[in-house]
């Protein structure tokens, strides 16, 4: 596992800069369990102040000083984003490997319901989540939800591979030396889907924090609890552009392209790699 | 023929089923909360002493009949139904009492034109531009376009139509940033009004391409790369067939079956992010309308923008799935 990371680091120029961009933001993230204010409170601080040595990013014109607050925000989305994503995961490995091992009829329901899930539309389905429980709503839930609905299309990336392990020579020793299909699926054949769970981690997280910051900023989560997505809630409805605070919007702005493009970096930079054709070429065979 | 015509039943008891489980979890998750849809609406109703008290009634009366709050689960499941397949939701109370039904078809338009526009343009433009950097991987110009589509591609939707609206609203007032047309229109078959609605519809339009278009781009380039090399277009190019015949006829036609398929799964998105653009532009469409309903607390309105939606990414994936074997012969064989 090291020295594929090595690798990366060293021949792909895109893996290590997404690496950088993502170690920043974890690291701005997890100050947050250092932070001396508590980001949910408001009038904390002098409201409006621009940038400087006080307040790092300044303030914002609910009173909270902008660092911990957008620090607070990350950590929580973040940790949403992983959450969603390793739910997700378990679903998406569990159905891939036994749809491709098992096939027959088992194969044929459980990707007639995939199909079923990839068709429905799920922004729909969160806001009437949303608006029939309100405030009630906690990320959590709103985890268990999108994590729903993230997984069907790589369950048939995983149920792909599969396929191809099942004829494999070395299923068929494990087969006929008495091994469980539970122990052939989980011992013999993850290790060869874990490259593909790695890629679509990443993917995953970007749509789940993606759909987080779409919902919060039309006010459908609930708004006490900082996010990326409700840091702009807030200074949207303070119109803060407007009134020219402009530091409330463009510093989550940085901050989230630089997350997005961080995730995405490493989750295109891991799918090269995967696919060993590019990486030959990459390393100039 | 026989083989396709099977496949086309396959995948319409399959988009049946879709839209049956959709709606029927939209019908689930109003009903399995512990809150009680009509007392919410009341409530919130009650709150606002400007809807007159025989509206309320009658907004009791719908809802109640609605949800039959009195009867069993099961025959208030049915009754859904039957009122869905006649279309009738019952009355919203943005515009009371105009059915809400009504409401979701005039914002349909609005919101079909800029999403089927600027798809269909991420989608040819993205993939024609990719393929032509899959094939040409030294092209100057080609490879910092991938390096801005790169930059561009993981941005939320909201940023970039955000990112817009300042650069539009605030630097260079050239193009109007709110609505559908402009107030001084007349909506009509003229002029003014179809020019208005373009100007309009640009911004929306322009955001919602720059997010899409990047995904497109990458995704036929990483294809078309790995296509190159292949045994068959070292021959054709050996055999001095056109470079355009090989890129336009072999090479995208066959690192478009995968595009298909992922223009399909990914048209639940493209829904969200136009949802985002409309919010954003204040554009008169479906997204809009949502946004009211749930916060005005529109439970007839909010239940029809959810089916009707359901129903319409449903078709549309369906409708995609059905060009899918014309190009693959794999998928023909079968």
Known sequence: ?285 | MQGYLWFVSKRLLQLLAVIFCGISATFLVTHLSPIDPVEQVLGRLSGRSNLPPEAIEATRVALTEMYGTNEPILQQYINFWLRLVRGDLGPSLLAFPTPAMELVGRAMPWTLGLLTTSTLITFIVGNLMGALAGYNPDNKFLKAFGLISMGIQPVPYYVVAFILLIIFGYFLPILPINGGFAMDVRPGFSWPFISSVLQHSILPATSLVLVGFGGWFLGMRALVSNVVNDDYVTYAELAGVKRETIVGGYVIRNAMVPQLTALAMALGGVFSGTIITEQVFNYPGIGSLLVDAVNWGDYSLVLAVSTVSITAVAGAIFIVDLIHPLLDPRVRAE
């Open chain 1, 1 to 285: 596992m090291f020295s594929v990371f090595r690798d990366l680091i060293r021949y792909n120029l895109e893996f290590a800069i997404g690496m950088v961009l993502v170690t920043i933001v974890v690291v701005f993230a997890a100050l947050s369990f250092i932070s001396p204010v508590d980001p949910t409170l408001i009038y904390m601080s002098m409201p409006d102040q621009p940038p400087s040595a006080e307040y790092w990013f300044g303030t914002n014109s609910r009173g909270q000083d902008l660092f911990w607050q957008l620090s607070a925000a990350f950590r929580n989305s973040l940790i949403f984003g992983i959450t969603v994503a390793v739910l997700s995961r378990i679903i998406s490995i569990a159905v891939g490997l036994a749809s491709g091992y098992i096939g027959g009829w088992v194969d044929r329901v459980l990707m007639f319901i995939n199909d079923i899930f990839v068709a429905v539309p799920i922004f729909p389905i969160l806001v009437l989540f949303y608006f029939v429980l309100r405030n009630n709503m906690d990320s959590f839930t709103l985890a268990l939800i999108m994590a729903c609905f993230g997984w069907p299309f790589d369950a048939r990336l995983i149920r792909s591979v599969a396929v191809g392990l099942k004829h494999r020579e070395f299923t068929r020793h494990a087969v006929f030396s008495g091994m469980s299909t539970r122990k052939v699926l989980l011992e013999e054949h993850l290790p060869y889907v874990m490259p593909i769970v790695f890629a679509t981690f990443m993917n995953n997280m970007l749509w789940s924090i993606g759909l987080e910051v779409t919902l919060a900023v039309l006010g459908f989560t609930n708004l006490n609890n900082p996010t990326i997505g409700t840091v702009l809630y807030w200074a949207n409805s303070h119109s803060a552009m407007v009134v020219g605070v402009w530091w409330w919007i463009v510093i989550p702005v940085v901050l989230i392209v630089m997350t997005f493009l961080g995730l995405f970096l490493l989750a295109v930079s891991m799918n090269e790699y995967i696919d060993p054709r590019s990486r030959l070429r990459r390393m100039g065979a």
